[in-house]
């Protein structure tokens, strides 16, 4: 079993600052939740970008992190809302709950930080042993294109530029170096959090480093037949389409008959 070094992600306090921005997705996680008829499990809820507005639509959610301090977050933004978050220290790979769940979610490509075809089989097991019969697993991933995998990894290059959440300075997410080991088709990522100051003056760096594993189409077909889903489809985006493109994100749903 491969673990991240926790110690190298962004740090909690700072998580959303860097992704709130990310909002397009949500809906879709919050109608399948409600969809669900049922209690509904997110593994990766982190700092609760996704689980904390499928409590706020009433669904019964319960989520789970391998971060303390993603969920200190998370426990803390739920409070100021008025909600009471039920969240669990557990890994992915291994976790036993009384529950079994209509519905479990992976969001935001949190499969992909799972490193090993081993790791990626054991989380699938355990998420398909904590579901109800008929319930459903449902997880993105980015499609990894070619280009991906042979872009330049010692160009910088700005992701993504915004106004700081509480401050409204500006901030740019920047990725400083990716290196792609296509043998374990693992993508090894370094990240900056650029903060300006009032005059528009570099400020605060804070840097984080993580690895994503990529996965294709009819790889990810042959995992879930291992775990044990012998019915599943794939779909181009959160809109539904179909997947045709090697731009597309893949949305993966499974069922446990």
């Not at 303390?68 to 992915?92: I, N, Q």
Request: glycine residues 8%.
């Amino acid at each position: 079993m491969e673990t991240q070094d926790l110690s190298k992600y962004i740090e909690p306090a700072l998580y959303d600052v860097a992704y709130a921005w990310h909002t397009a997705d949500i809906p879709f996680w919050v109608t399948r939740a409600q969809q669900a008829a049922g209690p509904v499990l997110e593994a990766g809820c982190g700092t609760g970008r996704v689980l904390i507005p499928t409590l706020q639509a009433g669904v019964d959610a319960e989520g789970l992190d391998l971060h303390p301090g993603m969920l200190d977050v998370l426990k803390k933004k739920a409070t100021a809302v008025g909600l009471s978050a039920r969240v669990h220290l557990a890994d992915m790979r291994d976790f036993t709950m009384a529950r079994r769940y209509a519905l479990i979610t992976i969001p935001f490509r949190g499969f992909m930080h799972l490193l090993t075809t081993e790791d990626q089989l054991r989380a699938l097991r355990c998420m398909r042993e904590h579901l109800e019969p008929g319930g459903s697993l449902v997880l993105n991933l980015f499609y990894p294109t070619l280009e991906r995998m042979v872009e330049p990894g010692d160009v910088e290059r700005i992701e993504r530029e915004f106004d700081h959440p509480e401050t409204g300075l500006p901030v740019a997410l920047v990725s400083v170096r990716r290196e792609s080991d296509r043998v374990r088709q693992v993508l090894h990522a370094e990240m900056e959090l650029r903060e300006s100051d009032a005059r528009g003056y570099a400020g605060a760096v804070h840097r984080h480093r993580f690895s994503l594993r990529w996965t294709y189409r009819f790889e990810m077909e042959l995992l879930l037949r291992a775990a044990g889903f012998p019915r599943f489809e794939v779909r181009g985006g959160f809109d539904g389409r179909p997947l045709e493109r090697d731009t597309d994100e893949m949305v993966w749903t499974a069922w446990k008959d």
